[in-house]
């Protein structure tokens, strides 16, 4: 892995004068979009001038932003933009680095802690439990609005409504259960 003068594990990325980037860790041609996804990915790289070795990160990252924003992946809101550029030159403009910084990592945790209750709601427990049986009763009742189909389970012709009245009468008992389930929870 190519590694920057630190020895740390940041790739270093060359940028010609043609405008063309090359990775120095694959050794490979590659695109904004190749930088876009090692960015999601977390993966820390340095874009450096080829002919002067000037760190240009700062600017290709930007550029990377400014083709999102044309592709129509607006993230940055027009108010928002403009009290940034109202900044520059502001007194405070030297802690405005830090604080969208913090600021982003903070929004980072927060997504991330969501994320996991909801994956930790949902994953077992009571509220799993519901959600596959809302889901087979949505398949159920699918399945019943289907022109010339049958429900799993039934027979066709004379035999059908007695069995959709008994599906139907389960599906009202299960739900009569969930609701005795929630109503206990929320005591």
């Not at 002919?51 to 992946?73: F, K, N, P, Y």
């Not at 398949?139 to 008994?166: L, M, N, V, Y």
């Amino acid at each position: 892995m190519a590694k920057s003068a630190s020895g740390s594990d940041t790739v270093i990325i060359k940028k010609y004068a043609n405008r063309r980037l090359y990775n120095t860790e694959t050794s490979s041609y590659i695109t904004l979009d190749h930088l876009a996804a090692m960015t999601r990915e977390g993966r820390d790289f340095k874009v450096l001038d080829a002919r002067s070795d000037e760190d240009i990160t700062h600017a290709v990252l930007t550029q990377i932003i400014m083709d999102e924003e044309t592709r129509g992946q607006t993230l940055l809101p027009v108010n928002f933009l403009r009290q940034l550029i109202a900044l520059y030159g502001d007194s405070m403009q030297s802690m405005v680095p830090q604080y969208l910084e913090a600021s982003m990592e903070a929004f980072r945790r927060n997504q991330q802690q969501f994320r996991s209750a909801m994956e930790g709601a949902f994953s077992g427990g009571p509220f799993a439990e519901i959600a596959k049986r809302n889901m087979a009763m949505f398949e159920a009742a699918a399945t019943a609005f289907k022109p010339g189909s049958t429900p799993a389970g039934t027979a066709s012709g004379a035999e059908a409504p007695a069995a959709k009245d008994d599906e139907l009468a389960t599906l009202k008992a299960q739900l009569a259960s969930l609701q005795d389930k929630i109503d206990k929870m929320g005591k």
